[in-house]
């Protein structure tokens, strides 16, 4: 697969202004380079997703944009550097993770976990968010004082980002939300992104499940050994042929 070679000025001069810009990003473990030149855009108000296989620096790539990775490269959100931000004010700017292991705290219930996630915003009056949070995930409203540990794989998603809502975020990183769980799950928890795109949050997801991801997103950029192979508008991606054959050609691919 070859690099789109205009598409990356494309994403950002449609009709959206940029959230989240990545410019030349890379990072290493040790002496591995996990991410070689990394360059993505989001737009507000979009879905981008992030797709590869195991092991292409997805997740890394997530790490590395909440700074908890060190990097090289410029990170820009709203047109301001990252480098340097705190994770936690980087929270309190409106970027929120959910990460692939979804670290709850299993011994605490349900509300206690949401609760914790409006910890930036101690001085603000969050009980509206924890009424919307709800709202939008009737199941967690029935299971509020349940242990988060005793939840299922699809509700334990759900509480995962019902909790990073609680901050706020105009930007929310997804981080393999579909792991483990069954397909009908999947299929919910991917409506539920959607949903947050109407609600005015803005996705960066990073998925293996490339089908379903590609689905539901405006723009897409493929991740291959720590660098980005291919990019553009995630409807043509689910039609190159290239990507269907790597990516798309098996169930749930």
Not at 33 to 45: H, K, M, T, W
Not at 61 to 70: H, K, Q, R, S
Request: cysteine-free; aromatic content about 4%.
């Amino acid at each position: 697969m070859t690099v789109a070679p205009d598409q990356s000025q494309s994403l950002a001069q449609r009709d959206a202004p940029l959230l989240l810009e990545v410019r030349d990003l890379s990072t290493r473990y040790g002496h591995v380079e996990a991410l070689r030149g990394v360059s993505l855009q989001v737009p507000a108000g979009r879905i981008v997703s992030v797709i590869g296989a195991n092991g292409a620096g997805k997740t890394t790539l997530m790490n590395a944009i909440m700074g908890v990775l060190p990097s090289s490269g410029e990170l820009l959100y709203r047109g301001e550097p990252l480098r340097g931000v705190p994770l936690e004010t980087r929270v309190a700017r409106g970027i929120s993770l959910v990460p692939e292991r979804r670290d709850l705290f299993a011994s605490m219930t349900v509300q206690d976990n949401l609760q914790l996630g409006a910890y930036s915003r101690r001085r603000m009056n969050w009980r509206a968010d924890l009424e919307n949070v709800y709202a939008r995930f009737p199941r967690l409203l029935e299971r509020r004082r349940q242990l988060a540990g005793t939840l299922s794989g699809g509700e334990q998603q759900m509480l995962a980002i019902g909790r990073a809502l609680m901050a706020r975020p105009r930007l929310l990183l997804l981080d393999e939300p579909s792991l483990g769980l069954a397909p009908l799950i999947v299929r919910d928890i991917l409506r539920i992104v959607q949903g947050l795109r109407a609600d005015g949050v803005t996705v960066l997801l990073v998925e293996q499940n490339a089908r379903a991801s590609l689905a539901i997103s405006d723009e897409a950029y493929v991740l291959e050994t720590g660098e980005v192979k291919l990019r553009g508008p995630a409807h043509e991606l689910a039609r190159n042929e290239a990507l269907s054959a790597s990516y798309l050609g098996g169930e749930g691919a």
